[in-house]
């Protein structure tokens, strides 16, 4: 079967602003990588890389996002405001041409301890018919809420047919409705579990819960970053300064913490901006 790939990355990440009013969320880091990277990396492990097989969309600081992809993915950039999942993969027809789509959302952080980026979605992929609808899904905690799919929830990445995305239109719409839904009315989505950890990283909670996963139960620190000060299970991006006590924080590349400063559940940017994550996930449950 011929698949191509795409990853959604034109959104305005409202809910993580302001960090998001700094770099589009696809840029924000996770464990010092943008997450766009991680979800390159993930369809390179399934050997589907370059312009001719995987796509990625921008809009929102959309010359930010193109810059970052180069020549590593066919680039194709929404006028005005962003398309939507549904609208986005429509205005991309030209380019799918025929094949099969795998689906991913770049704000989408997974992690399986068994299985390297690639190999752990592979299930998506194996003995796939071309005809039904997949989703990768994790058991909700309420079977029956909305928004799930077979008492399951939606962790970033679907594979889609060619017959449900030559009809899409290139204006706004999302999946759910115009793809999900219907199939899974028609008997024909299937939903593939997913054994790892997930974090659609879209707030600032669960943003910092994914850095600490990365983290473990250790600090993540750039060797190009200066540390004078305390750090406990924390990410310091490259560049960083940190003279005062970081705790279950994430400090941006060039940030600086003061000696005078304690950070704690906390992300922190450059300029001082601090984005607090109060109550956050522990790693693992979110």
């Known amino acids: 079967m011929d698949v191509c790939a795409v990853v959604l990355a034109a959104g305005e990440g409202t809910r993580l602003r302001p960090l998001t009013e700094r770099l589009p969320k696809a840029l924000c880091p996770v464990g010092n990588v943008p997450l766009l990277d991680r979800a390159l990396d993930r369809l390179a492990g399934l050997g589907l890389a370059g312009p001719e097989r995987v796509a990625v969309n921008a809009c929102y600081l959309g010359d930010l996002v193109v810059a970052h992809v180069g020549a590593r993915a066919h680039r194709s950039v929404e006028p005005g405001d962003p398309l939507g999942t549904a609208g986005g993969l429509g205005n991309l027809r030209d380019w799918v041409a025929g094949r099969g789509v795998l689906v991913g959302n770049a704000d989408a952080y997974l992690a399986d301890p068994e299985a390297p980026p690639g190999p752990d979605v592979a299930a998506l992929l194996n003995g796939w018919d071309g005809w039904t609808v997949r989703l990768l899904g994790q058991p909700a905690d309420d079977p029956a809420a909305p928004g799930t799919f077979s008492g399951h929830r ?3 990445f679907s594979l889609l047919p060619w017959r449900l995305v030559r009809g899409l239109p290139a204006a706004f719409g999302d999946l759910v409705a115009a793809v999900w839904r219907p199939a899974e009315a028609a008997g024909a989505l299937e939903v593939v579990p997913y054994r790892g ?87 693992g449950t979110g």
């Open 197 to 283: 950890a997930f974090y659609d990283t879209g707030t600032p909670v669960d943003y910092l819960a994914a850095n600490l996963h990365v983290a473990g139960d250790d600090s993540l620190v750039a060797p190009s970053a200066t540390v004078s000060g305390r750090v406990h299970r924390a990410v310091i991006g490259p560049g960083a300064t940190v003279r005062g006590e970081v705790v279950r924080a994430v400090v941006w590349p060039g940030a600086t913490v003061r000696a005078d400063e304690r950070l704690a559940d906390a992300i922190r940017a450059g300029g001082g901006l601090t984005v607090p994550a109060a109550g956050s996930a522990e790693p």
């Open 154 to 156: 939606f962790v970033g």
